[in-house]
């Protein structure tokens, strides 16, 4: 074999997660190459679901290793030889994938190192195969996602519009595989070059047929599925691209080159290179620091575009909500604010969410949006945007009900009231076998009673729990057994139950579908349990369209969610401060707690804030959010040397954590049942 020539690296690759940045947002390139001053919000405080999110990824990865039993990992064990300790440099990365992809025989690659010229891939898995008979090698590029898929559809059915355009729901996915297809056809012009995803299968499930290290003995035998996509890669390296900043398309391959090309200018001119196309994009900008995620006073690049396009000065910055924080807002709405110079909440007023002056919505009743009843999106948008205005502070918070609405919905309950919050799972890759990727997995629940004695006084009372965390053992089956002995009542006895968001509705429907867990039930326990489905006889009350229809309160940024709504809701009820500001709260997870607490401020500790001070072992984190519950699962399912100790920990967490979750549905009831009074006083 030819001696290969070494390769000197250039000031900075183009990869394909800058790539990926630069299609949704070309600015971001500034930011990414220079990361030790524009770090992400990501790097500074931790995402439990996000963590959780690329924990499955890896995890599904790692199984699809597994199915290539001898293929080598560049960089490490025996890949490379060495005499120094020192780690690989991208150099060695590539040099050492070229000495193997170059040899005479066929070879499995993981994370191979490939360039040309300024671009740099790192593909999951390269395979050389050597067509003898045509003299022909091939290299496929599998790239392996963690997006579902489906092997009883076909490739255009899914991945194709019925314009043949790229669904935008599979594009990412194939704009990676492509950048990766480019660098390598230039790399290796001599060999075939195939582009393949590698994605968990819903029509497979997994096998007990494994090795004794827990893999598939094949790709057929897994639950995963090798998809080509040539065409679409085709499509794309040929086709067009729009991003942020850009007045018209431009082809995706000439897009790939200059942006390689602009990374290697130094620091100013790179800035300068690049505009600040502010825009819907930047509503879930990762490079948005703010005082609680920025301790270290980092620069954000958000307030860099912001203050480069607005003219808004440094130090007003954090004095200023942007239209970007708008709730709910459309890329259309924002756009058009944009286009008048209207860059903060200071320069908006009623008309611009098509109100009347008064925030009141125009009197047409064949307006879509008009309701004396509820609450429509611009009302929400423009009560958000009032309360910054007026710098109302968390103790002057305003909030208000729609009165009529809220009474006639309130009216149509039943006591007692039962409130009921699901923990679940749907992992990429199944714990259990039997089971498809993404299939749910039930592993606990919390049921709070609300009720009213003869005399009138509330009782609030955590009447069951179920969790279900043993390793190897699939909960559904127990989970559909408790909550029928906690909920069968309601059919018999009476009552309403209520669930935040269709989340509950949906899994309970698709594991009540699933004979291999609802066979386990009597007749009665399935009924009892189909009478809260929506087509049921006792269908499950939803309190997020609720609280989305009926109620605003400051400090919710506009949102319905139980997280964003329970602090300022707190605030802004004597209610929940009498009911709940005495340590009298107590369950079989707490003892003499007072949840109605105030900072040093004046302000209402969150709920979920005091959760997470209430463990004091600094070892371990409290349970505090829904990604953290998930990923306290995984750890229980597949970390087979945790300690009992730990393993007892996660389990009082995720009990604590639940149940904080129904008390707080408690609470927005109490607090909504207390508003109605007191307007109903007034009138």
Not at 204 to 227: H, P
Not at 517 to 543: K, Y
Request: charged fraction near 25%; hydrophobic fraction near 35%; proline fraction near 4%.
């Amino acid at each position: 074999m030819a001696h290969l020539k070494r390769v000197e690296a250039p000031l900075r690759y183009l990869t394909k997660s800058l790539v990926k940045k630069a299609l949704s947002c070309p600015r971001k390139l500034v930011y990414a190459t220079n990361h030790n001053t524009y770090p992400q919000k990501y790097d500074l405080v931790a995402d439990p679901m996000r963590q959780h999110l690329s924990t499955e990824g890896e995890r599904f990865g790692d199984y699809c290793k597994g199915l290539f039993p001898l293929g080598i990992e560049i960089g490490k064990g025996n890949s490379f030889e060495r005499h120094r300790n020192a780690p690989m440099s991208e150099v060695d990365l590539i040099d050492e994938t070229k000495r193997l992809l170059m040899g005479e025989e066929p070879i499995v690659l993981f994370e191979g190192a490939v360039h040309h010229g300024l671009l740099f891939a790192r593909p999951d898995v390269l395979v050389k195969t050597i067509d003898t008979d045509n003299n022909q090698t091939e290299l496929k590029i599998i790239e392996v996602k963690s997006k579902s898929w489906d092997s009883r559809h076909t490739v255009e059915s899914k991945m194709l519009t019925l314009k043949n355009s790229i669904r935008s729901t599979f594009l990412p996915y194939v704009q990676d595989v492509a950048f990766q297809t480019l660098v390598l056809r230039r790399a290796f012009p001599d060999f075939r070059i195939s582009s393949w995803l590698m994605m968990p299968d819903r029509a497979k499930k997994l096998k007990d047929t494994l090795d004794k290290e827990g893999m598939a003995q094949s790709i057929d035998d897994s639950v995963a599925s090798l998809v080509n996509v040539d065409d679409l890669v085709d499509k794309v390296l040929t086709g067009k691209v729009s991003y942020p900043g850009t007045k018209k398309s431009q082809n995706f391959t000439k897009a790939v080159s200059n942006w390689s090309e602009i990374i290697n200018k130094e620091r100013s001119e790179l800035e300068s290179t690049f505009s600040s196309p502010i825009g819907s994009q930047c509503i879930s900008c990762e490079y948005r620091l703010n005082d609680a995620n920025n301790k270290g006073k980092a620069l954000s690049g958000f307030d860099a575009c912001w203050r480069e396009a607005t003219g808004i000065k440094q130090e007003d910055m954090g004095e200023n909500k942007f239209v970007a924080d708008i709730y709910s807002s459309t890329k259309r709405t924002l756009a058009k604010l944009l286009n008048e110079n209207k860059y903060t909440f200071a320069d908006l007023t009623a008309k611009d969410f098509g109100l009347n002056e008064d925030g009141a919505p125009p009197g047409d009743k064949k307006n879509k949006a008009y309701s004396e009843d509820t609450i429509n999106n611009s009302q929400r948008q423009w009560s958000q945007v009032k309360s910054v205005q007026q710098q109302r502070t968390s103790s002057e918070s305003s909030h208000y009900i729609m009165k009529k609405g809220l009474e006639s919905e309130m009216d149509k309950w039943q006591y007692p009231l039962h409130l009921i919050d699901f923990e679940t799972v749907s992992p990429a890759l199944p714990y259990f076998s039997g089971m498809s990727p993404y299939d749910v997995v039930c592993f606990q629940f919390s049921h709070h009673i609300l009720d009213r004695d003869h005399g009138g006084t509330v009782n609030v009372r955590h009447e069951s729990e179920f969790i279900h965390t043993t390793p190897g053992e699939c909960s559904n089956g127990p989970f559909l057994k408790a909550l029928s002995n906690a909920l069968g009542c309601v059919v018999s006895d009476g009552g309403t139950v209520f669930r935040w968001s269709s989340h509950e509705t949906t899994v309970l429907k698709t594991i009540l579908s699933s004979p291999k867990f609802s066979d386990s039930l009597s007749q009665q326990e399935v009924e009892s349990l189909s009478a809260l489905l929506p087509e049921g006889s006792h269908p499950m009350v939803d309190l997020c369209d609720v609280a989305r229809d009926y109620f605003y309160v400051d400090g919710s940024g506009g949102s319905s969610s139980i997280k964003r709504l329970l602090r300022p809701t707190m605030n802004a009820s004597a209610e929940l401060k009498s009911f709940y500001g005495t340590p009298t709260y107590n369950s079989n997870n707490f003892q003499n707690l007072q949840w109605y607490q105030l900072d040093e401020f004046g302000n209402v500790i969150d709920p979920y804030d005091i959760l997470s001070r209430l463990d004091t072992d600094k070892d371990r984190s409290a349970i505090a959010v829904g990604g953290a519950a998930a990923a306290a699962y995984h750890t229980l399912q597949t970390n087979s040397d945790m300690s009992e100790q730990d393993r007892s920990y996660i389990h009082s967490s995720l009990l604590r954590y639940c149940e904080l979750d129904t008390l707080s549905m408690a609470m927005f009831v109490q607090a909504w049942q207390a508003f109605a009074a007191l307007e109903k006083a007034k009138s």
